[in-house]
């Protein structure tokens, strides 16, 4: 499904903002799978960025902060967390994202190494690598997304489809 009209010029603000920002960032959840053209229907926009990444996020998108970035932690997950409202999309900041996973909590992914730049409407957009999030949505138990997700790779491994 293709990114939803309302979010274009969204991502053409978040991309010119934080182009001036010295903050390695990516785009990630369903957002990232629509860029792709992938078969979700993002209802926010999800930045995942290291700890003073989501400071400097939240500092060169000042005007549209809802929620100030701060550490916030559920059962689950834990991070530097903030809120944006940009033309009436939600955007979710993540700092050093980590996942109680298997009775402890996994550090902050490697942003660097799972980085890839996906290009859509005239934009450079840095996304999570989808390998990277199968495993990540797994290990969340959001097993339909990593499923949806896994058999969506294996369909690119077979350049004839089948």
Not at 85 to 105: A, H, L, P, S, T
Not at 129 to 151: D, H, I
Request: glycine share 6%; charged share 25%; net charge neutral.
């Amino acid at each position: 499904m293709p990114v939803p009209t309302s979010f274009w010029p969204v991502l053409h603000q978040i991309h010119a903002a934080l182009c001036r920002v010295d903050a390695l960032w990516v785009i990630t959840g369903s957002t990232s799978f629509a860029l792709r053209r992938l078969p979700f229907s993002p209802n926010d926009i999800d930045l995942q960025t290291d700890k003073p990444g989501a400071y400097a996020v939240e500092a060169a998108l000042r005007p549209f902060v809802i929620q100030p970035v701060t550490f916030s932690s559920t059962e689950r997950i834990r991070s530097h967390f903030g809120r944006l409202q940009i033309e009436g999309i939600k955007v979710e900041i993540m700092g050093d994202m980590e996942k109680w996973v298997n009775g402890r909590w996994e550090p902050p992914p490697d942003l660097t190494q799972h980085r890839e730049l996906v290009t859509v409407d005239g934009l450079e957009l840095p996304v999570l690598s989808l390998a990277y999030e199968r495993e990540a949505y797994e290990k969340m138990g959001r097993r339909k997304t990593a499923v949806t997700l896994q058999q969506w790779l294996k369909n690119q491994e077979q350049p004839d489809g089948r």
